[in-house]
């Protein structure tokens, strides 16, 4: 078993307030892991300590066994990990497809090189036409991207996460605000990008979490309470406790 991402002993404070307590979490490569909790555990926290949008005050992140907790977030995305955002990140007057193409070159783009060659150009092209397809939107790829409905424009999301072909892949929320054939459509899509890659997600929506992860962490007040299945968890009565005392 490779573990993808590892959290080691990881800590995050607030001005003394501890929103990300002696977290060890081990991610298995190709699985589906959701982190779940109650508003406050500090999902959103842990997120953004491994994809290095915050520093730890403690503690370390591993991505396939290197160090990644000291690099700024874009060299983290280079060495294969990259995350989509709660808040929409897309470029509303943009195409469908413009979006697509900016990540793209912007997951290229090597420091201090500004202008993309001509031929980079094609292989952007054929690759945004291969993410439109996959996220299923190449019937919107001319459009602008504030055209696209809510449950839509996170499909695009998923996409330009993808622009950066990932090994591991961190999803805040997918499905949230959705409706039931958008949260279809959502879950068919994550089970799609899941091959060949380690996804893992924060996900509020239990019937999404029990279709989608292998396996689950629950964290409350900034620790781990709980790792295994849904079957596992679920059962866990200090689970229970946290859920029922909300
Ligand atoms: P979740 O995503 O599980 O709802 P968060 O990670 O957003 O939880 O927040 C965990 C805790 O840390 C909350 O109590 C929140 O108020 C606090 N917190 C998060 N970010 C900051 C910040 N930048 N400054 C101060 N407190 C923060």
Not at 82 to 100: A, D, G, K, W, Y
Not at 125 to 141: E, F, I
Not at 167 to 194: F, H, K, N, Q
Not at 199 to 209: A, F, I, T, W
Request: charged content about 20%.
């Amino acid at each position: 078993m490779t573990v993808a991402l590892q959290a080691r002993d990881l800590c995050r404070d607030f001005r003394g307030f501890q929103a990300t307590n002696h977290v060890h979490l081990d991610i298995h490569e190709g699985e589906i892991h959701a982190v779940i909790g109650p508003n406050g555990a500090g999902k959103t926290t842990l997120f953004n300590l491994l994809s290095g949008f915050l520093k730890p005050s403690s503690g370390e992140v591993h991505l396939f066994g290197e160090r990644i907790d000291p690099l700024p977030p874009d060299a983290i995305v280079r060495r294969g990990l990259s995350r989509s955002f709660q808040i929409s990140s897309v470029f509303p007057t943009l195409t469908v497809r413009e979006n697509l193409l900016v990540a793209l070159q912007a997951g290229t783009r090597l420091p201090g090189r500004f202008l993309t060659p001509l031929g980079a150009m094609d292989a952007f092209s054929a690759r945004a036409d291969d993410l439109l397809a996959q996220v299923g939107l190449d019937w919107a790829r001319d459009r602008p991207a504030a055209d696209l409905s809510h449950g839509e424009k996170r499909q695009l999301e998923i996409g330009l996460s993808l622009a950066q072909n990932p090994r591991v892949l961190l999803l805040d929320e997918p499905t949230s605000g959705m409706g039931s054939e958008g949260i279809a459509r959502v879950i068919a899509l994550v089970r799609e990008v899941a091959r060949g890659r380690t996804v893992v997600l924060v996900e509020h929506n239990m019937s999404v979490v029990a279709q989608l992860a292998h396996r689950i962490t629950v964290l409350q007040y900034g620790q781990v309470l709980a790792t295994g299945t849904y079957e596992e968890v679920r059962r866990d009565p200090r689970v229970i406790e946290a859920y029922l005392g909300q």
